[in-house]
């Protein structure tokens, strides 16, 4: 099998990239604090917007006057509406963005948007868009865990859902072998490869300041943390036995004036 290739182009800036294919991405909003300049740079390389519940709080409130809050209405507010605050819904469903409930105590808000996601695509006989959750890497541990567990069920069913916040970007790898291209604009030094949700894996690595040749890793023993990019090399490549979270740090993006 041969590598499966990614990159995060989607965090790149669009007047460096001409070529960001925006048409190709959904972002679900979670309710976590984020940055602007990070907001605006997903929204802009992202065709489809949806909020999970109190992620519409979160854009609301990324704006000071409802002009610029207008240039950002999502697509579709999903969940079971116990966050999104009144004044918020009211505002949205005046713009006519659907704000959909779902009662559903059985899954959380994120799972609620993703099946939005899936049912549009079904609706509409769309290509599988690829995923970018911003935020769900950090607050509740009950609810970065679940996160972390959903990302590894969906990898099963789709093909690439990325996990970003102000200081990461994460995925799950497939086991396999994959190269990882790096903007070393976009990323920072620090990196890792978390064996979460499986018992153990095999790892090689290269590009990496601390590779590993075939080495075991899981909870019990190595997990490789603070690991480096190496400043010029353009690609890390990883082989895991099994499916392995990747985490790679984010530099500040510049503010927006
Ligand atoms: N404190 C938190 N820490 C981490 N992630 C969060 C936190 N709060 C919300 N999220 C993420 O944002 C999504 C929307 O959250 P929201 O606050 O609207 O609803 P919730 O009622 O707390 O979450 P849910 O209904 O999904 O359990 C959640 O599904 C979850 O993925
Ligand atoms: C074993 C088990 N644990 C917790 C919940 C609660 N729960 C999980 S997702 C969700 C929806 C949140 O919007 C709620 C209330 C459950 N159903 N089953």
Same mark, same amino acid.
């Given at each position: 099998?041969?590598?499966? $290739?990614?990159?995060?182009?989607?965090?790149?800036?669009?007047?460096?990239?001409? !070529?960001?294919?925006?048409?190709?991405?959904?972002?679900?909003?979670?309710?976590?604090?984020?940055?602007?300049? /990070?907001?605006?740079?997903?929204?802009?390389?992202?065709?489809?917007?949806?909020? $999970?519940?109190?992620?519409?709080?979160?854009?609301?409130?990324?704006?000071?006057?409802?002009?610029?809050? /207008?240039?950002?209405?999502?697509?579709?507010?999903?969940?079971?509406?116990?966050?999104?605050?009144?004044?918020?819904?009211?505002?949205?469903?005046?713009? =006519?963005?659907?704000?959909?409930?779902?009662?559903?105590?059985?899954?959380?808000?994120?799972?609620?948007?993703? %099946?939005?996601?899936?049912?549009?695509?079904?609706?509409?006989?769309?290509?599988?868009?690829?995923?970018?959750?911003? =935020?769900?890497?950090?607050?509740?541990?009950?609810?970065?865990?679940?996160?972390?567990?959903?990302?590894?069920? /969906?990898?099963?069913?789709?093909?690439?859902?990325?996990?970003?916040?102000?200081?990461?970007?994460?995925?799950?790898?497939?086991?396999?072998?994959?190269?990882?291209?790096?903007?070393?604009?976009?990323?920072?030094?620090?990196?890792? /490869? &978390?064996?979460?949700?499986?018992?153990?894996?095999?790892?090689?690595? %290269?590009?990496?300041?601390?590779?590993? !040749?075939?080495?075991?890793? %899981?909870?019990?023993?190595?997990? %490789?943390?603070?690991?480096?990019?190496?400043?010029?090399?353009?690609?890390?490549?990883?082989?895991?036995?099994?499916?392995?979270?990747?985490?790679?740090? &984010?530099?500040?993006?510049?503010?927006?004036?």
């Amino acid at each position: 099998m041969p590598a499966t $290739a990614w990159n995060v182009n989607f965090l790149r800036s669009p007047q460096i990239t001409a !070529t960001n294919d925006h048409s190709t991405h959904a972002l679900i909003i979670l309710n976590q604090p984020f940055s602007f300049p /990070l907001l605006h740079r997903l929204w802009h390389s992202t065709q489809w917007h949806c909020c $999970a519940d109190g992620g519409a709080n979160r854009l609301f409130d990324s704006f000071s006057d409802n002009q610029d809050r /207008l240039k950002f209405l999502p697509g579709l507010i999903k969940g079971d509406l116990d966050s999104i605050r009144p004044d918020v819904r009211q505002f949205y469903e005046d713009q =006519g963005v659907p704000v959909v409930p779902d009662e559903d105590q059985d899954s959380t808000d994120l799972m609620k948007c993703v %099946s939005a996601l899936e049912e549009k695509e079904r609706a509409e006989d769309l290509a599988q868009l690829h995923i970018v959750l911003l =935020g769900g890497l950090s607050g509740r541990l009950d609810q970065t865990i679940p996160t972390l567990a959903y990302l590894h069920k /969906l990898r099963k069913t789709r093909q690439r859902v990325f996990a970003v916040t102000d200081e990461n970007v994460a995925w799950v790898l497939d086991a396999g072998e994959h190269e990882i291209e790096v903007d070393h604009g976009v990323l920072g030094q620090t990196c890792g /490869l &978390l064996p979460v949700g499986i018992d153990s894996t095999i790892l090689s690595t %290269s590009g990496l300041k601390w590779n590993l !040749t075939d080495c075991p890793s %899981s909870f019990d023993g190595l997990v %490789s943390t603070s690991n480096h990019l190496v400043p010029g090399e353009r690609v890390v490549w990883i082989k895991t036995s099994q499916p392995i979270w990747w985490t790679a740090e &984010l530099r500040e993006f510049p503010k927006i004036c």
